[in-house]
């Protein structure tokens, strides 16, 4: 499955950004989905997940962030509020389809996803 992120940019402390990713060329609805995300000079981090029936945060976008996804578009989506100076960072999304997505806490870890799309860059100013 080819993977296409997009709706970063820059943003104020406190504001709000939606991202979106766009699939193309698999059976979309048989896919985890996850987001991670890259600060500069850091590891790609785990920021969220879904299923067909679970979501799945880490613990420092809980509350602020949330998935969705629309399989009749092939796109999953994350909403992101209330951001912070800490949220800028290259967010990729990736589509897991191996046989460990039936568990979604499993979906934490970069290995699980096969597919990756090219990242969108956030930048939030404090």
């Known amino acids: 499955v080819q993977l296409q992120a997009s709706g970063g940019g820059l943003m104020q402390a406190g504001g709000s950004l939606r991202l979106s990713c766009a699939a193309s060329g698999g059976t979309f609805s048989r896919y985890v989905m996850g987001w991670f995300r890259q600060a500069p000079g850091k590891e790609r981090d785990f920021v969220a997940a879904?299923?067909?029936?679970?979501?799945y945060y880490a613990d420092s976008v809980k509350g602020r962030f949330t998935i969705s996804r629309d399989n009749a578009k092939n796109t999953v989506y994350l909403q992101m509020n209330s951001l912070k100076s800490e949220d800028t960072a290259v967010y990729y999304c990736a589509a897991a389809s191996g046989l460990r997505r039936y568990i979604i806490a499993t979906m934490g870890n970069p290995e699980e996803y096969d597919s990756w799309g090219q990242g969108t860059l956030v930048t939030v100013s404090s």
């Open positions: 879904i299923s067909w029936s679970a979501l």
